[in-house]
């Protein structure tokens, strides 16, 4: 399976983290900038930044509202289940995430590369329960695989991305 553009550039941030308190991560407040942002702070929920901030180098046109999680829902083809490197929106108390499908548990828990999951970039497992839809960037061939198993090494289910 070839990875695409998008999930290779999001791995190479795995790891980046929010900075505590008054400062910035700098690598947010430059994906903030790419992409014409009118705020600069990385304490802003920013699961919709890191999304549109690795699929931006290829020229994919981006939500209008692309901070928006539950914006995602509208950009793209419609795809029925978790194919490798879709994006995928959850619900979420107070608004929504969104982060890339990158495989399934042993439970059956998506696997989901994503910003702001607990303050930082990270794959982390989601309750598919929580799931309002699929979607693949428009002009890009659509995996017919299902998302690949991945081992959550007993991780909890992600709670924590605001």
């Known amino acids: 399976m070839t990875e695409p553009s998008w999930i290779a550039r999001g ?75 879709a994006i995928v929106v959850f619900e979420r108390q107070g608004g929504g995430h969104v982060g890339f499908v990158v495989g399934v548990d042993e439970r059956g828990r998506l696997m989901v590369l994503g910003g702001n999951q607990g303050d930082a970039v990270s794959i982390a497992p989601f309750e598919r329960a929580r799931v309002l839809g699929y979607r693949y960037p428009y002009g890009t061939p659509i995996p017919t695989a299902p998302a690949p198993l991945l081992a959550s090494r007993g991780a909890a289910a992600s709670s924590n991305e605001a």
């Open 11 to 85: 791995r190479a941030h795995i790891g980046l983290r929010e900075v505590p308190g008054k400062g910035n991560n700098p690598i947010i407040q430059r994906w903030l900038r790419g992409l014409r942002a009118w705020w600069s702070d990385d304490a802003t929920p920013w699961c919709g930044t890191f999304c549109a901030a690795c699929l931006q180098p290829d020229g994919f046109r981006l939500p209008q509202h692309w901070y928006r999680a539950r914006a995602w829902l509208g950009w793209g083809e419609v795809v029925q289940q978790p194919v490798y490197g």
